[in-house]
Nanobody
Framework: EVQLAESGGGLVQPGGSLTLSCTAS????????MTWVRQVPGKGREWVGI????????SYADSVKGRFTISRDKLKNTLYLRLSSPTTDDSAVYYC??????????????????WGPGTPGTVSS
């Protein structure tokens, strides 16, 4: 059974940093592209970014490009999302997810077959 479990969420000040983790189990982690998605309560989900199976390629939404970094650790079966210089607009529940299809040209996910339960990231002074 595929399981994804996020952790590390919490309160961060604007301009600070926060690293979210997602531990994967039930599948061969290093064989899969992985992605992060966020959602503000009451609003739709917003794609954040994606990382290739070997960690060598990433792509980000324009809203976070240059501020957020996705990485992964093959040995720990863990996916990371580092929020640098976040603003209050970045407050959301953050989900890690496993795409089952993605656009080969844009490297954007097209469909997702597994989701974690999410972890909250709150940016506030």
């Amino acid at each position: 059974e595929v399981q994804l479990a996020e952790s590390g969420g919490g309160l961060v000040q604007p301009g600070g940093s926060l690293t979210l983790s997602c531990t994967a189990s039930g599948f061969t982690f290093h064989n899969y592209v992985m992605t992060w998605v966020r959602q503000v309560p009451g609003k739709g989900r917003e794609w954040v970014g994606i990382v290739s199976n070997d960690g060598g390629s990433t792509s980000y939404a324009d809203s976070v490009k240059g501020r957020f970094t996705i990485s992964r650790d093959k040995l720990k079966n863990t996916l990371y999302l580092r929020l640098s210089s976040p603003t209050t607009d970045d407050s959301a529940v953050y989900y890690c997810a496993r795409p089952c299809a993605y656009d080969g040209r844009t490297f954007h996910p097209l469909d997702i077959d597994s989701w974690g339960p999410g972890t909250p990231g709150t940016v506030s002074s």
